[in-house]
């Protein structure tokens, strides 16, 4: 009885598409001091990466999130 073949490798390229949507902006005061405030949206997808571990077939893996930063420079 065969549980498992892990001999068998089947190595495939597959493409992965990154999206980065995001805005700046930085306020100037006292000629040394800044505000810089930065926020965006970032989103990667690989097509047909979850082949061996679910029963459907090509099914692809998704990766989206916001970020945020605030930074104060002196």
């Not at 980065?20 to 047909?48: I, N, P, Y």
């Not at 077939?57 to 930074?71: K, M, P, V, W, Y």
Request: with cysteine.
């Amino acid at each position: 009885m065969l549980i498992g073949d892990t001999y068998n490798y089947v190595h495939t390229i597959n493409p992965v598409l990154q999206l980065e949507v995001g805005l700046e902006t930085e306020w100037d005061f006292c000629k040394t001091r800044r505000f810089v405030f930065q926020a965006g949206w970032e989103e990667q997808f690989w097509f047909f990466q979850n082949q061996r571990s679910t029963s459907i077939a090509n099914t692809s893996l998704i990766l989206q999130g916001f970020t945020a930063r605030f930074r104060f420079d002196y």
